[in-house]
């Protein structure tokens, strides 16, 4: 069974730094198109940021300059580094799969995970 | 950048009626990127169509999706009282705000 499972959400002072991670289970983070998708208290979903399986690596401008996405292939790890946090990145951070057919990258996300809560205050 | 519209905000149906749920587009865009999802509170979305009008795996084919250019639609044939969520369109990056189906 594929399975996503977030982790390392929590409260984080304006201006702080907070490593969210996603465990994945069932695929290899390194051959998918791996995306952070979050959603503010309330709010719709926003992307966040995508790593292709080739390694290549987007953000929204919202987190341009603030947060890095990174894999760790021996432990089937994704990771977002958030740093220089602000009010407005309070959200609920899922990771999901990148859907592909005929290994063509179509954006849409087909596996998700619980998410993990990140609230910015002080 | 593209800018997804979704429309009603709020739909109230009974069960087996028909909900017909809309998603423009600020421009026109691929149909391959166009994607549905179904959201219910506390949960992660889950994929309901991409491609425009491809039904994930496990959907009920009572989910079904169309259009093309700036106009995408959702449609729900027959709902359940299981169909109440919020439905969300996402075209590449972009989403749209979402439209709250609600089962009399």
């Known amino acids: 069974e594929v399975q996503l499972v977030e982790s390392g959400g929590g409260l984080v002072q304006p201006g702080g730094s907070l490593r969210l991670s996603c465990a994945a289970s069932?695929?290899?983070?390194?051959?998918?198109?791996m995306t952070w998708v979050r959603q503010a208290p309330g709010k719709g979903l926003e992307w966040v940021s995508v790593?292709?399986?080739?390694?290549?690596?987007y953000y929204a401008d919202s987190v341009k300059g603030r947060f890095t996405i990174s894999r760790d292939t021996s432990k089937s790890t994704l990771y977002l580094q958030m740093d220089s946090v602000r009010a407005e990145d309070t959200a609920v951070y899922y990771c999901a799969r990148g859907g592909t057919i005929f290994g063509i990258y179509y954006y849409y996300m087909d596996v998700w995970g619980k998410g993990t809560t990140v609230t910015v205050s002080s | 950048e593209i800018v997804l519209t979704q429309s009603p905000g709020t739909l109230s149906l009974s069960p087996g009626e028909r909900a017909t749920l809309s998603c423009r587009a600020s421009?026109?865009?691929?149909?391959?990127?166009l994607a549905w999802y179904q959201q219910k509170p506390g949960q992660a979305p889950r994929l309901l169509i991409y491609?425009?009008?491809s039904r994930a795996t496990g959907i009920p084919d009572r989910f079904s999706g169309s259009g093309s250019g700036t106009d995408f639609t959702l449609t729900i044939s027959r709902l359940e009282p299981e169909d109440s969520a919020v439905y969300y369109c996402?075209?590449?990056?972009?989403f749209g705000l979402g439209t709250k189906v609600e089962i009399k």
């Open positions: 421009q026109s865009v691929s149909s391959n990127y």
């Open positions: 790593i292709y399986s080739g390694g290549s690596t």
């Open positions: 069932g695929l290899t983070v390194s051959s998918n198109y």
């Open positions: 491609g425009t009008s």
């Open positions: 996402q075209q590449s990056r972009t």
